[in-house]
């Protein structure tokens, strides 16, 4: 492994039905409030919990949001982007960018449920266990 972190980048099309609370989610972004340094795009900040986004479980915070119902979302102020969304409709059609890391920071194997490899962890534990071993013999033979 050369250390380097990728970026593996998906798009997909997720159809929400508008619910009591709207969509279910909080944009950031915009030409005027860049959220991603030089990259004016629209953002996912906040799924809210029972949200239409929320319980159809695709969309995630962080994804781009490139299309609503067929109109791309480049070049827009963020006000004009909420005003999108808010006449959207009921039934909404989002054109998503996910972007999945891929490489040492995002890898999860088994047995690394915090993400945090091995190595690291058993490395320093086995350094200790040699310490307090050894502390442990010489005071015993000074006994």
Known sequence: ???RVDCLVTEEEINLTRGPSGLGFNIVGGTDQQYVSNDSGIYVSRIKEN???ALDGRLQEGDKILSVNGQDLKNLLHQDAVNLFRNA?????????HRVQNGPLGHR???EPSGIPMPVVLVPLFALTMVAAWAFMRYR???
Do not use: D, F, K, T
């Open 1 to 3: 492994m050369n250390g």
């Open 141 to 143: 033979q000074q006994l």
């Open 51 to 53: 949200g239409a986004a």
């Open 109 to 111: 194997g088994e047995g």
């Open 89 to 97: 409709g009921y039934a909404v059609s989002l054109r998503v960018q």
